[in-house]
């Protein structure tokens, strides 16, 4: 895709929309701390807040940098960039709307919500989709891609269902068919994707040779089989069946999961490129966070009934590491690389040069990141803790030292056009 006007825009637009809602996420999060004490998948509050943070930062971002990234790792062209706009503007409203009725438990606006945003992320994946197509040469990357894509697909249509079951009254069993809804975003689209596109950038960031083959090979059938195995357990409504299926299903993407990690580490540690910069910060962070989440959700499989308790502080804990210290901060990481592309040379030397000199004296711009990743990475610790200890102070601090970094990294995007 040539670097259109349009298309800079829209990528721009959806990156700073999602900046926007990741200091709204930390601050309900210090508003709503009490809200970690109560049993999670009847607490509205807190999908509400999940959802911030997934629908409003992590997919936001993605979409944007999707309609640049994939076309130059690609070699592909967006096959209907007219629908850019018009799927922004529905997605934010319907966002909104889902945000607000889940907070506040009005069913119709959850209903609504729910059904605007299926409408409006299905038209961006086929969208996608319908670009894959047009790939002359398929492998690993665009496979996981697809995958991801695909995943998406599902997803959205469980969370569609789910969206209209608080107003039609209509779940059943809506425990397992949430953990499908969970399994399939966060491994099958947001894990498959990261892997899909690590392929491709990392070494082209980082001047590094590709792993071998084989290695990736046997992480996408892994990962894959897990999710699909996972999907075919919901059909086992209790009993022996589910209980091996599903554990299966667990086991191997608990497995596929380390298997990528290992590949992530042999991959940065042989870069050419040395020299660390703060994405490369971000993303061993990220990964090793991803490492802990993974080794926490397989202990859950271990965990008799009697500890319900003990059950539940670590599933609170693993969803944070998971989805803010894990998938947060490898896509800030990657902003520091993907705005580059999305503005000018000009105007990112500008940036770099002194744009943060009246707000922050004569602070470097290298030095600011640095704090700000600081920052992130000690609030990210304190809020695996305070989670898991259900000590709400705690929480509340985290929260507050989250909602500074993200209000500092927002400035620092922003200032970058200034």
């Known amino acids: 895709m040539n670097a259109t006007d349009s298309s800079i825009n829209i990528a721009l637009r959806h990156i700073k929309t999602a900046l926007i809602f990741l200091p709204v996420f930390f601050f309900l999060m210090f508003l709503d701390a009490n809200s970690f004490s109560i049993y999670f998948f009847m607490n509205t509050k807190i999908i509400s807040?999940?959802?911030?943070?997934?629908?409003?930062?992590?997919?936001?971002?993605?979409?944007?940098?999707?309609?640049?990234?994939l076309p130059v790792a690609l070699g592909i062209?967006?096959?209907?960039?007219?629908?850019?706009?018009?799927?922004y503007y529905s997605y934010v409203a319907s966002f909104?709307?889902?945000?607000?009725?889940?907070?506040?438990?009005?069913?119709?606006?959850i209903a609504l919500g729910g059904l605007f945003l299926f409408i409006s992320l299905l038209v961006y994946n086929i969208n996608i989709l319908a670009s894959l197509k047009k790939i002359k040469r398929w492998d690993y990357s665009a496979l996981g891609i697809l995958f991801a894509y695909s995943y998406l697909f599902i997803g959205?249509?469980?969370?569609?269902?789910?969206?209209?079951?608080?107003?039609?009254?209509?779940?059943?069993?809506?425990?397992d068919i949430l953990k499908?809804?969970?399994?399939?975003?966060?491994?099958?689209?947001?894990?498959?994707?990261?892997?899909?596109?690590?392929?491709?950038?990392?070494?082209?960031?980082?001047?590094?040779?590709?792993?071998?083959?084989?290695?990736?090979?046997?992480?996408?059938?892994?990962?894959?089989?897990?999710?699909?195995?996972?999907?075919?357990?919901?059909?086992?409504?209790g009993g022996a069946g589910y209980i091996y299926l599903n554990g299966t299903g667990e086991a191997l993407l608990g497995l596929g999961v380390l298997l990528y990690c290992f590949i992530f580490f042999n991959l940065m540690l042989k870069r050419l490129k040395k020299k660390l910069d703060v994405t490369t910060?971000?993303?061993?962070?990220?990964?090793?966070?991803?490492?802990?989440?993974?080794?926490?959700?397989?202990?859950?499989?271990?965990?008799?009934?009697?500890?319900?308790?003990?059950?539940?502080?670590?599933?609170?804990?693993?969803?944070?590491?998971?989805?803010?210290?894990?998938?947060?901060?490898?896509?800030?990481?990657?902003?520091?690389?993907?705005?580059?592309?999305?503005?000018?040379?000009?105007?990112?030397?500008?940036?770099?040069?002194?744009?943060?000199?009246?707000?922050?004296?004569?602070?470097?711009?290298?030095?600011?990141?640095?704090?700000?990743?600081?920052?992130?990475?000690?609030?990210?610790?304190?809020?695996?803790?305070?989670?898991?200890?259900?000590?709400?102070v705690l929480i509340k601090l985290a929260a507050v030292i989250l909602l500074i970094s993200s209000l500092l990294l927002l400035i620092h995007i922003f200032s970058m056009e200034w």
């Open 49 to 69: 807040l999940t959802h911030i943070f997934t629908l409003g930062f992590l997919v936001m971002v993605i979409m944007g940098a999707s309609y640049m990234l």
């Open 77 to 87: 062209k967006i096959a209907y960039e007219k629908l850019f706009f018009p799927v």
């Open 96 to 109: 909104l709307l889902f945000i607000t009725g889940m907070h506040y438990f009005i069913t119709v606006l």
């Open 156 to 175: 959205l249509s469980i969370g569609l269902y789910l969206a209209l079951s608080f107003y039609f009254n209509i779940g059943f069993n809506l425990f």
């Open 180 to 237: 499908d809804h969970i399994y399939v975003m966060f491994a099958g689209f947001i894990i498959m994707l990261f892997i899909a596109i690590s392929y491709r950038l990392l070494p082209m960031f980082y001047m590094t040779k590709t792993p071998a083959g084989y290695l990736w090979k046997t992480d996408l059938i892994i990962i894959n089989l897990s999710i699909i195995i996972i999907l075919i357990s919901s059909f086992f409504t």
């Open 281 to 392: 910060f971000y993303l061993y962070s990220g990964v090793i966070f991803l490492v802990l989440a993974t080794v926490a959700g397989l202990s859950l499989m271990i965990i008799p009934e009697r500890m319900a308790g003990f059950y539940y502080s670590i599933y609170y804990s693993l969803g944070f590491t998971a989805l803010f210290c894990f998938a947060g901060m490898i896509i800030i990481g990657f902003l520091h690389k993907i705005f580059p592309f999305l503005i000018s040379l000009k105007m990112f030397e500008k940036a770099k040069k002194g744009a943060y000199n009246k707000l922050f004296a004569n602070m470097k711009t290298k030095y600011f990141e640095y704090l700000i990743f600081g920052l992130f990475l000690i609030g990210g610790l304190l809020g695996i803790f305070s989670l898991f200890l259900a000590y709400i």
